[in-house]
């Protein structure tokens, strides 16, 4: 396979997921419910795979919520 800079930037992504959820003790499925995504998908984010932009941006959103479940400003503070 090629290695393009995206896919890199994927797989530390998909690193950096995996790494959270088991260290959180969360199951592949109880994560993907978590976040809006199929437990098909989570995997391939975590495998390194490129993801589609619908799950980008619910991936997205998800990062930017706080622990009660309010999105962030994703300009920030103001």
Request: charged share 20%; net charge positive; glycine share 12%.
């Amino acid at each position: 396979m090629k290695h393009t800079p995206g896919r890199s930037r994927a797989s530390r992504l998909g690193r950096m997921l995996a790494l959270y959820r088991v260290s959180s003790g969360a199951g592949l499925r109880e994560m993907a419910a978590d976040i809006g995504v199929s437990a098909a998908t989570l995997s391939r984010i975590e495998r390194g795979y490129a993801m589609d932009a619908t799950s980008l941006l619910v991936l997205w959103q998800w990062l930017l919520q706080d622990e009660g479940g309010a999105t962030a400003d994703a300009a920030g503070p103001r």
